[in-house]
C-alpha cells in the first residue's frame, strides 16, 4: 500500500512507469510479435521437398463463354488461339454452362475441349455478388485437385471476383486479361440504358463514382463498394494483360495501382491476303463481327438509307442481332449482302474483295481485332473517334475517324470515295505493312510472360481443410455489392443448406468443438446483419 500511495503521489514515476509497459506491450505483446515469432518457430522447422509432377505447368482459365458454345466476340476468338498454339503450359478451361444458363453449371475442359468436371452449385451464381461460398469451396478443390499452377481470368462475367483472391491464397499465380471494362463497370462496355458511354476519362475525380453509379442505375455507395471489393480483387492478380494504352489508360484512372503489373500484349488477328481490285462496280463497304446496336449498327442503317441508289454496297459478315435483322432483310437484294455467320478463328474469304471497313463502336473498345484484320486485307477503315481503334488510324491518311452514331459522315466518307477512287487507292497505300500480331507471335509473347512467373508443374494435393473467405482475410457485410444487410446472407450459395455442409465438413477435419464455435460466430454475424437492415 506504501508503494500505491508513492506511486499516486508521485505523477512523473506513475507516468514513467505506464509509458515503460507501452513501450513493453508495443515490443513484445502484439499480433505483429506473435506472427514474428511464429515465422522464426517456422523457419526452424526442417525443410521439406515440395512436390513435382511430370509433364506441362497446367493453366486454369476462367472465361464467360468460349467460340464453341457460340455468339463469339474477341475475348472468345482470343483464347481459342491460346488454345489452338500454347505450347509451354498446358491450358484448360473453366466456362459457365451457357447452353443451360442458370448460373448453377460449370464445364471444366482440358485442351482438347474434353470435359473433365462439371461443377453444379445449389445457388445461382448471380449478377450483383461480390462473393458465392459454394463455388469457392468447388474452386479451391479444382485448382487442388488438378494441380493448377496459373490461373489466367479471361473474364469473370457469370464467376464472382472473390476467385482471384482464392487463387492467390491457394498458390496459383494469377493473370487477368482486359477485354473490356468490367472490374470498373458492371455495364463493361461503359454504356448506360441510353446507350451513351458514360465518359469516364474526362469526369472529375470525385465525380466518377456517381457517373458509373448512373450507368448501372444504382445509388453511388453500391459502385464504390464493388469498386473497393474489386480493387482487393485486383491486387491478388500477378500480371494484367492489356491490348492497348487505351485499355489500359481507363483501367489506371480507377486502379492505380495496376499500373506497376499491366502488361501490352496485342491479342492474335487472323488473316485473309489482299485481292486484286477491279476497275468500275461500286464501292464494297463490310462490316465484320457482330451486328449489334454497340457496334454500331445504327450509324450503318442510316449509312445505308443515305447511300441509297448509289454506286455503293454493303457486305454484312457476322451474327445479326434480333432487332436489327428484318431493317438488314429490308435493304437485302438492294445494295446490301448478307454473309451470315463466320467461324472463329478465320476471316472470311469475300472480305478481302471489299474496299472499305466500318468500325463504328459506341464505346472504347480495348482493341478491336476486326479492325486490324481488315487492314491486312487491303481495306481503308472508317473509326467512331474512341478507344483503342482510334489510336491506330491517322484520319484523312489511313483511314478516317468519325463521331459516335454519325451516320450522316459516315455516308459523306463513302460517297465522296465512290466518286474519287484515286483517294481510295493513296488511302490503301499508307495501310500499315504488318496490323497486328499473328496468333503464334501473340503466344510466344504469352509463354515469355508465363516463363516470368517460373511456372512448374504440380501434383493433385488433398482437399481435406477448405477455407471460407473471411479465412482468406476478407470480410463483407454484403455478398453482394448493390444491397445491404437483411436476409442477404442467403444468397449466393449461403443458404441453410451450405452451412449445415459447412458444419459436418468442419466437424469431421477439425472436430465438433471447432465447428460449434464457427456456427456460433456464423450466427452472431447473421444476427448482426438483420440489425443493420
Known amino acids: ?81 491460346i488454345r489452338q498454339h500454347l505450347g509451354a503450359v498446358e491450358p484448360w478451361i473453366l ?44 474452386f479451391q478443390k479444382l485448382l487442388a485437385e488438378h494441380g493448377f499452377a496459373a490461373v489466367h481470368f479471361n473474364h469473370l462475367l457469370g464467376f464472382v471476383p472473390s476467385l482471384p483472391i482464392v487463387a492467390r491464397a ?17 455495364r463493361f462496355n461503359l454504356l448506360g440504358p441510353d446507350g451513351r458511354y458514360c465518359d469516364i ?16 442505375g444504382v445509388d453511388p455507395d453500391s459502385q464504390a463498394r464493388r469498386r473497393r471489393f474489386w480493387r482487393e480483387s485486383l491486387s491478388a492478380i500477378d500480371v494484367v494483360l492489356a491490348g492497348s494504352e487505351a485499355s489500359a489508360r481507363l483501367l489506371h484512372i480507377l486502379y492505380p495501382e495496376t499500373g506497376a503489373r499491366t502488361r501490352l500484349l496485342q491479342p492474335p488477328v487472323n488473316r485473309v491476303e489482299p485481292a486484286a481490285r477491279t476497275e468500275g462496280g461500286p464501292l464494297k463497304v463490310a462490316h465484320l463481327g457482330n451486328f449489334a446496336r454497340h457496334k454500331g449498327a445504327d450509324a450503318i442503317l442510316d449509312a445505308m438509307a443515305r447511300c441509297a ?13 434480333p432487332d436489327y435483322q428484318q431493317p438488314l432483310e429490308a435493304h437485302a437484294g438492294k445494295n446490301v449482302v448478307l454473309h451470315g455467320p463466320f467461324n472463329g478463328g478465320a476471316v472470311p474469304a469475300a472480305l478481302a474483295a471489299c474496299d472499305v471497313m466500318l468500325f463504328l463502336s459506341t464505346w472504347p473498345e480495348t482493341y478491336g481485332i476486326t479492325l486490324s484484320e481488315a487492314q491486312a486485307a487491303g481495306l481503308v477503315p472508317i473509326v467512331t473517334a474512341i ?37 481510295l487507292d493513296a488511302l490503301r497505300a499508307n495501310l500499315p505493312a504488318a496490323p497486328g500480331i499473328e496468333g503464334t507471335d501473340f503466344v510466344a509473347g504469352l509463354e515469355d510472360i508465363y516463363r516470368g512467373m517460373k511456372l512448374a508443374p504440380l501434383p493433385a494435393s488433398e482437399t481435406r481443410r477448405l477455407l471460407s473467405l473471411q479465412e482468406f482475410g476478407q470480410f463483407l457485410d454484403s455478398p453482394s455489392w448493390s444491397g445491404r444487410g437483411g436476409f ?17 465438413a468442419v466437424a469431421r477435419t477439425d472436430g465438433m468443438g471447432m465447428a460449434v464455435r464457427m456456427a456460433r460466430n456464423k450466427m452472431r454475424a447473421i444476427l448482426h446483419r438483420m440489425r443493420m437492415a
Not at 18 to 43: G, K, P, S
Not at 108 to 128: F, K, M, N
Not at 409 to 417: E, K, M, T
Request: hydrophobic residues 45%.
Open 488 to 504: 442477404g446472407f442467403l444468397a449466393g450459395g449461403r443458404g441453410i443448406g451450405f452451412l449445415l455442409r459447412r458444419f459436418v
Open 387 to 423: 478507344g483503342a481503334p482510334a489510336e491506330r488510324v491517322r484520319d484523312g491518311e489511313n483511314g478516317f475517324l468519325v463521331p459516335v452514331g454519325d451516320g450522316r459522315a459516315v455516308a459523306d466518307i463513302l460517297l465522296d470515295l465512290a466518286a474519287n477512287r484515286g483517294r
Open 201 to 216: 476519362e474526362n469526369l472529375p475525380a470525385d465525380a466518377r463514382d456517381i457517373g458509373l453509379a448512373l450507368v448501372q
Open 95 to 138: 466456362v459457365p454452362e451457357t447452353r443451360k444458363p442458370d448460373g448453377r453449371s460449370f464445364l471444366l475442359y482440358d485442351r482438347d475441349l474434353a470435359v473433365r468436371q462439371t461443377i453444379r452449385l445449389a445457388r445461382p451464381c448471380e449478377a450483383g455478388l461480390l462473393t458465392h461460398p459454394e463455388l469457392e469451396i468447388a
Open 170 to 186: 491457394m498458390g496459383a499465380r494469377t493473370l487477368y486479361s482486359l477485354h473490356d471494362y468490367y472490374p470498373l463497370c458492371e
Open 309 to 321: 441508289g448509289q454506286p455503293v454496297e454493303f457486305h454484312i459478315f457476322g451474327r445479326i442481332d
Open 1 to 81: 500500500l506504501a508503494r500505491i500511495d508513492a506511486a499516486l503521489a508521485d505523477d512523473d514515476r506513475r507516468l514513467a512507469i505506464a509509458r515503460a509497459a507501452q513501450t513493453h506491450v508495443a515490443e513484445n505483446h502484439l499480433y505483429a510479435n506473435r506472427v514474428a515469432a511464429i515465422l522464426d518457430r517456422a523457419a526452424d522447422l526442417p525443410a521439406k521437398p515440395l512436390p513435382v509432377a511430370e509433364g506441362k505447368p497446367r493453366v486454369l482459365f476462367v472465361t464467360h463463354n468460349i467460340v464453341q458454345h457460340g455468339r463469339f466476340g474477341g475475348a472468345e476468338t482470343y483464347l481459342e488461339a
